[in-house]
């Protein structure tokens, strides 16, 4: 009995030493993006990367619970410190702004809100696939949201590629340039630098 409790301990050992370096890697985080809707409800973001080369994270307002103003207007981007973007639909502005990979494989750069017009230091990762983790931060102050994929179609969602007519628009500085191929959409995957 102790050769055949030898024999399959060493054959135990054998088969966890063949396999072992695929059980201590480090799990790989999940892909940023996506439809996702906010911690309070209030929209739907769909992140996708973009950027010349694909590379940054970009994020776009595709859906809002209220986004009609007290005259039953679409809201407009009327506290953007850019009077050129002050009459722009609030539903399908650009909030992410080209967010790079920083060395923990987050993404930072830039949030924007729509509600006061101004732009917050922002962190982007995400560990599993269905919720997206936001950092944001103001000075030294910093707080995070979860954020919940999503997979329906709400009413009123914009359902278009982004800079399509019935999609999201970039900004100019994040817009494809002339003759290069649109951002990721609809379930297709992104090549990010290792």
């Known amino acids: 009995m102790t050769l055949i409790t030898s024999r399959f301990a060493t ?4 088969a966890i030493a063949a396999y072992g370096c695929t059980c201590v890697e480090p799990a790989r985080a999940a892909e940023p993006f996506g439809t996702w809707l ?7 973001v769909r992140t996708e990367p973009c950027g010349s080369e694909n590379s940054r994270l970009c994020g776009f307002i595709v859906w809002g619970s209220k986004p009609l103003d007290e005259t039953g207007q679409p809201k407009v981007d009327k506290f953007n410190p850019d009077p050129k973007k002050q009459a722009r639909p609030q539903l399908g502005h650009q909030m992410l702004l080209g967010l790079a990979l ?6 930072e750069g830039k949030i924007y809100n729509a509600d006061n017009g101004k732009s917050y230091d922002v962190t982007v990762w995400s560990e599993q696939p269905s919720t997206l983790t936001v950092k944001g931060c ?4 910093c707080a995070s949201q ?11 969602q914009l359902r278009g590629a982004t800079d399509a007519s019935d999609g999201p628009k970039s900004d100019p ?16 995957s992104a090549t990010l630098p290792h």
């Not at 103001?138 to 102050?141: D, I, K």
């Not at 500085?173 to 297709?188: D, L, R």
């Open 138 to 141: 103001m000075l030294v102050f």
């Open 146 to 156: 979860k954020w919940k994929r999503v997979a329906d179609i709400a009413p009123g």
């Open 173 to 188: 500085e994040w817009a494809p340039k002339s003759g290069s191929q649109k951002n990721v959409t609809k379930g297709q």
């Open 11 to 14: 054959a135990t050992l054998a």
């Open 38 to 44: 906010t911690e309070d409800g209030r929209a739907r």
């Open 102 to 107: 920083n060395e923990d494989r987050h993404f």
